[in-house]
C-alpha cells in the first residue's frame, strides 16, 4: 500500500492544496466582513436575505478549511476583527452602495468562485478534498441562480449584447 492509499483524510495534503486551502479559508473570511457591510448598505429584503446566504456559507467554508489546516498542522489565515454594526439610514447618500451595485458585486464574486472552486477540485489528489470543494461549487451554483433570478426580477440584470437576429443557415 502506497502513502496515498487509505482513509483520504490520513492522507498528507500536497503544497497545491495547502495553498488553496488557506486561500480559501482567508478570502471566505474577508467575504464574511464585506458581505456583513454590504448587508448594512442593502435596501432590498431579497438582497439581505442572499447575501445572509453567503456569509453563512462563508462562514462555514472558513470553519471547514481551518479544520482541515490545523489537522495537517498548518497554522489558519487570521480571523479579521468583527465588523460594528451600521444602520441604511446613518449611511451618507454619496457613500452608501446601491442595492444594484451590491447585487452585480456578490454576482462577479459568486461567478469567480465557482471558478476557483473548479479548479481546487481539479488539482486536488485527496477524494475529500475534491468532493469538499464539490460541495461548495454545488452550493454557490445555487446561489448564483438565485441571484440572476433576483437581479432579473428586479430589473438589475444588465445583459451583454444580445444576439436577436440569427443568421439563416446555408444549406451546402
Known amino acids: 500500500m502506497g502513502i496515498l492509499s487509505g482513509n483520504p483524510k490520513d492522507e498528507p495534503l500536497h503544497y497545491g492544496e495547502v495553498f488553496d486551502i488557506w486561500s480559501v479559508s482567508m478570502k471566505a473570511k474577508g467575504c464574511v466582513s464585506v458581505y456583513r457591510a454590504y448587508q448594512y448598505h442593502a435596501g432590498d429584503k431579497e438582497l439581505k436575505k442572499i447575501l445572509g446566504d453567503l456569509i453563512n456559507q462563508a462562514e462555514l467554508e472558513s470553519e471547514e478549511c481551518d479544520q482541515i489546516l490545523v489537522h495537517n498542522g498548518i ?96 444549406e451546402a
Open 75 to 170: 497554522a489558519p489565515s487570521p480571523a479579521l476583527p468583527a465588523r460594528p454594526e451600521a444602520k441604511l439610514e446613518d449611511i451618507p447618500v454619496g457613500a452608501r452602495l446601491t442595492d444594484q451595485e451590491i447585487a452585480y458585486l456578490i454576482a462577479a464574486d459568486n461567478a469567480a468562485s465557482l471558478a476557483a472552486c473548479s479548479l481546487v477540485m481539479g488539482k486536488s489528489i485527496r477524494e475529500d478534498i475534491g468532493a469538499l470543494f464539490g460541495k461548495y461549487h454545488a452550493t454557490k451554483a445555487v446561489l448564483g441562480l438565485k441571484m440572476l433570478e433576483m437581479n432579473k426580477e428586479k430589473g438589475w440584470l444588465v445583459p451583454p449584447p444580445l444576439q436577436v437576429k440569427r443568421p439563416e443557415l446555408v
